[in-house]
């Protein structure tokens, strides 16, 4: 159902007035709450999504200040329900175009996400959708440009005991999604730093750069095997650990992904050059990149690795 939300509208919240100023996406606004300046993100259509990201902001917006917080709730019986969500300057895709970040912000980014993802993996919930445009940012004037980074749309966000999450649903973009969700294995708050370190790698890079954009269009039959095949041309090949996770079909076609990769094309990580990647990085990317999922470290472990304190 789309919103039936207009420009210039006038919305009562349990907590304030919030006039519709510009329209974002189909049914994300922006408004001006009270009249007062203070601008706001309003989310409004009829659909779990919304529902479930009141609820779990809800859950979890006081126990970190890296969750996008949840501001309003507006609830009217003629329209489609609506959110009232926290503002911010920019979302990190669009930052990290416009200025490639500097080893200090791409640190200070990581240990954000990473504060997000320790609360919610602690609870067993799963953000499922951990990239770029989802990490939202306020500007600053100091060496590190960014003065608030939170964690936004958790409106996928699901216990990792769920029916989702156990039967392998797919969830998030497909370049930043991890193995087994391409798979349709059962996945877990794994897989979340698995995402996170993708969007690490495009950010030691910059220029917008993803390690694992195929060469063909999202609309190709082959484009999640093209996936697939670079997270192996980089990362792998598959460990025979996969065997205790998947079907013989699946191991079948992790063979042939595999075999379809000529050796002059194989680029394992670990023999990046440092010009491209310092040891450093290099060695906390390859710390996180695990192909088996019970082998990534924890949102918390990485946190007090001694890469957060290398200049």
Same mark, same amino acid.
């Given at each position: ?13 349990? /907590?304030?007035?919030? *006039? ?24 409004? $259509?009829? /659909? ?19 969750i996008r ?13 609506? *959110? ?9 895709? /669009? ?9 200090? =912000? ?7 996400v ?34 608030? *980074? ?14 989702y ?9 497909? *370049?930043?999604?991890?193995?087994? $969700? ?16 993708? @969007?690490?790698?495009?950010l ?24 697939l ?26 063979? /042939? ?16 050059? =440092? ?5 450093k ?7 996180? @990149? ?22």
């Amino acid at each position: 159902m789309r919103s039936t939300v207009q420009i210039r509208q006038a919305l009562r919240g349990q /907590h304030g007035l919030y *006039i519709i100023a510009k329209q974002l996406q189909e049914t994300v606004w922006l408004a001006n709450r009270d009249g007062r300046g203070q601008s706001v993100i309003v989310k409004s $259509v009829n /659909h779990f999504r919304l529902q479930n990201e009141r609820d779990v902001l809800r859950r979890f917006q006081c126990h970190t200040p890296f969750i996008r917080p949840l501001i309003d709730e507006i609830v009217k019986p003629s329209d489609p329900p609506a *959110i009232v969500l926290n503002h911010l300057d920019d979302d990190l895709l /669009h930052a990290s175009a416009a200025q490639r970040l500097s080893d200090k =912000e791409i640190k200070y980014v990581a240990r954000s996400v990473l504060e997000a993802l320790k609360v919610l993996h602690a609870h067993n919930f799963v953000h499922t959708d951990v990239k770029p445009d989802n990490i939202l940012v306020d500007y600053g004037q100091e060496a590190i440009r960014f003065t608030n *980074i939170q964690l936004a749309d958790c409106g996928s966000t699901v216990p990792a005991d769920s029916a989702y999450a156990k039967d392998g649903d797919l969830i998030g973009a497909p *370049i930043w999604r991890s193995p087994e $969700v391409h798979l349709r294995l059962s996945w877990g708050t794994a897989t979340d730093i698995r995402s996170f370190g993708a @969007m690490l790698i495009s950010l030691l890079y910059g220029d917008n750069f993803v390690l694992f954009r195929p060469d063909v269009p999202a609309d190709h039959d082959e484009y999640e095997l093209k996936i697939l095949q670079r997270q192996c041309q980089f990362f792998g090949p598959f460990p025979l650990t996969y065997r205790e996770l998947c079907t013989r079909d699946t191991l079948n076609l992790l063979v /042939h992904i595999m075999q379809s990769i000529p050796p002059e094309k194989k680029k394992p990580f670990s023999r990046i050059s =440092e010009k491209e990647v310092s040891k450093k990085d290099k060695e906390f990317i390859l710390r996180i @990149m695990k192909l088996d999922p019970r082998y990534r470290p924890s949102a918390a472990e990485l946190l007090q690795d001694q890469w957060f304190d290398t200049e």
